[in-house]
């Protein structure tokens, strides 16, 4: 009598091996005994055909049946001349059904936005594989550079709900995400220097209530000298918001990418995407160096870069490349400003490091090269960045510049993210276009992504949605098989 196999017999073999090894999953007649043999070649593929020597290969006279299974994250079917062959041998032939691809939450890109993604659906128990071209948070990449702003004031009326959720998680995102963020909440105040101005924010802090920032709050001159000691005297009012603040971009990207590697993701460092694989209208995974790996979602958070990926499967991401300055000061002596500035009719973010160095930024540019892996500095910018904050802040123009660079990062077509899945192209989520803001919403953007992912209610990415400006008209590519 033969033994019959079910579906729960296929769950309980151990697929091991890497990602990247196709390997033979064998039971003899049913039985318990189990043995496993690579396939005579390395396979690098979702769909991997057995040719007649691989099952001339993995055939052994008298067996009556076999399981065969691709790798982790692969597929496999049988080429005529293998069927034909064990069909003689009388040899019943069972492909286990893609194994872990049915499992993975793909994600590409580990910025904070990535990780901090990977983290939340990782936390879900579910399988993550995230794939990095680069480092963690390094050079040119946004979460490398960013300036670590927290901030919740004069956020966009679509970013309102994430920012309020991000900043009742920062306060305890250190010991959530065990490890030291360098978080400081001192507050975040933007700076008028005329009548006019100050009256601009008095509208300003209203629209804040509205939104539900309801501690931001009108501080005249005086008030805002204090905040700040040494603040030039022309300052006449600000919008003080004090549950605003600054962390480490580089400490917390690290931090996410290690928590969600505790609650066992996979990081595949130093691996590029090249493109997205698409079947009928649905993303089934990615190209990646080295081979195609298939996942049953796939999460695009390449950072200024996920145009390349969607175009790989006909999508046109309305986002463009920046590169945004920063400057670091030579340490002050003394550390008196606590919280972040800015200014209503300058171009500047600034702040001073535990160290006692100021950390100057906002919005001056410097430019990508061409081919987007690097940039170079204005000196246009430079000074600029450097004459506003001195003048703002004299004691800013008493150090010298220690170091400037510029980060990469998406700027979408409105100022606000592309978030959330694309209605008729099933398995795909963007997390996109942050547009120089994205640093302080990451603890939110993954919570929410995780969420949609899982199928909950997420109303808090509604005005967020891709589908808002990009035209989903699917190219013939992303409707058809996409070639492997
Ligand atoms: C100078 C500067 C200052 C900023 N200041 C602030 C601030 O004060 N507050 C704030 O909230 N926000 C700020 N931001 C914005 C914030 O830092 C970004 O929005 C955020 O870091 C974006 O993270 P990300 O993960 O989407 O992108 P990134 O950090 O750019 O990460 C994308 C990752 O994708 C990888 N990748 C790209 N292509 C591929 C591929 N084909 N295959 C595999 N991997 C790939 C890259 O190597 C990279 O690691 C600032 C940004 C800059 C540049």
Same mark, same amino acid.
């Given at each position: 009598?033969?033994?019959?196999?079910?579906?729960?017999?296929?769950?309980?073999?151990?697929?091991? +091996?890497?990602?990247?090894?196709?390997?033979?999953?064998?039971?003899l007649?049913?039985?318990?005994?189990?043995?496993k043999?690579?396939?005579?070649?390395?396979?690098?593929?979702?769909?991997?055909?057995?040719?007649?020597?691989?099952?001339?290969?993995?055939y052994?006279?008298?067996?009556?049946?076999?399981?065969?299974?691709?790798?982790?994250?692969?597929?496999?079917?049988?080429?005529?001349?293998?069927?034909?062959?064990?069909?003689?041998?009388?040899?019943?032939?069972?492909?286990?059904?893609?194994?872990?691809?049915?499992?993975?939450?793909?994600?590409?890109?580990?910025?904070?936005? +990535?990780?901090?993604?990977?983290?939340?659906?990782?936390?879900q128990?579910?399988?993550?594989?995230?794939?990095?071209r680069?480092?963690?948070?390094?050079?040119?990449?946004?979460?490398?550079?960013?300036?670590?702003g927290?901030?919740?004031?004069?956020?966009?009326p679509?970013?309102?709900?994430?920012?309020?959720?991000?900043?009742?998680?920062?306060?305890?995102?250190?010991?959530?995400?065990?490890?030291?963020?360098?978080?400081?909440?001192?507050?975040?105040?933007?700076?008028?220097?005329?009548?006019?101005?100050?009256?601009?924010?008095?509208?300003?802090?209203?629209?804040?209530?509205?939104?539900?920032?309801?501690?931001?709050?009108?501080?005249?001159?005086?008030?805002?000298?204090?905040?700040?000691?040494g603040?030039?005297?022309?300052?006449?009012?600000?919008?003080?918001?004090?549950?605003?603040?600054?962390?480490?971009?580089?400490?917390?990207?690290?931090?996410?990418?290690?928590a969600?590697?505790?609650?066992?993701?996979?990081?595949?460092?130093?691996?590029?995407?090249?493109?997205?694989?698409?079947?009928?209208?649905r993303?089934?995974?990615?190209?990646?160096?080295?081979?195609?790996?298939?996942?049953?979602?796939?999460?695009?958070?390449?950072?200024?870069?996920?145009?390349?990926?969607?175009?790989?499967?006909?999508?046109?991401?309305?986002?463009?490349?920046?590169?945004?300055q920063?400057?670091?000061?030579?340490?002050?002596?003394?550390?008196?400003?606590?919280?972040?500035?800015?200014?209503?009719?300058?171009v500047?973010?600034?702040?001073q490091?535990?160290?006692?160095?100021?950390l100057?930024? +906002? !919005?001056w540019?410097?430019?990508?090269?061409?081919?987007?892996?690097?940039?170079?500095?204005?000196p246009?910018?430079?000074?600029?960045?450097?004459?506003?904050?001195?003048e703002?802040?004299?004691?800013?123009?008493?150090?010298?510049?220690?170091?400037?660079?510029?980060?990469?990062?998406?700027?979408?077509?409105?100022?606000?993210?592309?978030?959330?899945?694309?209605?008729?192209?099933?398995?795909l989520?963007?997390?996109?276009?942050?547009?120089?803001?994205?640093?302080?919403?990451?603890?939110?953007?993954?919570?929410?992504?995780?969420?949609?992912?899982? !199928?909950?209610?997420?109303p808090?990415?509604?005005?967020?949605?891709?589908?808002?400006?990009?035209?989903?008209?699917l190219?013939?590519?992303?409707?058809?098989?996409s070639?492997?």
């Amino acid at each position: 009598m033969k033994p019959s196999i079910d579906q729960t017999s296929f769950g309980s073999i151990t697929i091991e +091996g890497t990602i990247f090894e196709h390997d033979v999953i064998i039971r003899l007649n049913g039985l318990v005994e189990k043995r496993k043999k690579k396939l005579s070649k390395a396979v690098y593929g979702t769909s991997h055909i057995v040719s007649l020597a691989e099952a001339k290969h993995v055939y052994e006279k008298g067996t009556e049946r076999l399981i065969i299974g691709a790798g982790q994250y692969g597929n496999v079917t049988l080429s005529d001349e293998a069927a034909d062959y064990f069909k003689r041998k009388h040899c019943q032939v069972d492909l286990l059904p893609t194994p872990m691809a049915i499992r993975t939450w793909m994600i590409i890109g580990a910025g904070v936005i +990535g990780s901090s993604i990977a983290y939340h659906l990782a936390r879900q128990g579910r399988q993550v594989l995230v794939v990095e071209r680069s480092e963690i948070a390094a050079s040119p990449a946004a979460s490398w550079a960013s300036a670590g702003g927290v901030r919740r004031q004069g956020r966009h009326p679509a970013e309102a709900m994430l920012a309020i959720e991000a900043i009742e998680r920062w306060r305890t995102l250190e010991q959530e995400l065990e490890a030291d963020l360098h978080y400081r909440q001192g507050g975040n105040l933007l700076l008028a220097e005329s009548e006019g101005e100050a009256d601009q924010l008095s509208e300003f802090v209203h629209r804040q209530h509205e939104l539900g920032f309801i501690d931001v709050r009108l501080v005249d001159g005086k008030e805002a000298r204090a905040l700040v000691p040494g603040l030039n005297n022309q300052i006449v009012a600000g919008s003080f918001s004090p549950s605003d603040g600054q962390a480490d971009p580089v400490a917390t990207t690290h931090a996410f990418a290690s928590a969600a590697q505790r609650y066992g993701a996979t990081y595949r460092i130093g691996t590029a995407a090249l493109g997205l694989l698409s079947h009928r209208e649905r993303i089934v995974g990615a190209r990646i160096e080295h081979g195609e790996v298939e996942a049953k979602h796939v999460v695009l958070a390449a950072g200024t870069w996920s145009d390349e990926l969607a175009a790989s499967v006909g999508l046109q991401l309305p986002i463009r490349t920046r590169a945004l300055q920063m400057i670091l000061s030579t340490p002050a002596q003394r550390n008196e400003l606590q919280l972040v500035i800015s200014a209503v009719r300058r171009v500047l973010s600034l702040k001073q490091l535990v160290n006692g160095a100021f950390l100057l930024g +906002g !919005g001056w540019l410097g430019d990508p090269t061409p081919d987007r892996r690097s940039y170079t500095m204005r000196p246009s910018s430079i000074q600029g960045n450097w004459a506003t904050a001195s003048e703002l802040l004299p004691a800013v123009g008493e150090q010298r510049i220690a170091r400037s660079w510029c980060g990469l990062e998406a700027l979408s077509i409105d100022d606000i993210p592309l978030v959330g899945v694309i209605p008729g192209l099933d398995g795909l989520t963007l997390a996109v276009g942050f547009s120089g803001h994205g640093f302080a919403l990451a603890p939110a953007v993954g919570r929410s992504v995780a969420d949609q992912i899982d !199928g909950r209610p997420t109303p808090e990415l509604d005005g967020l949605c891709p589908n808002r400006v990009i035209n989903f008209q699917l190219s013939e590519s992303a409707q058809g098989d996409s070639t492997h």
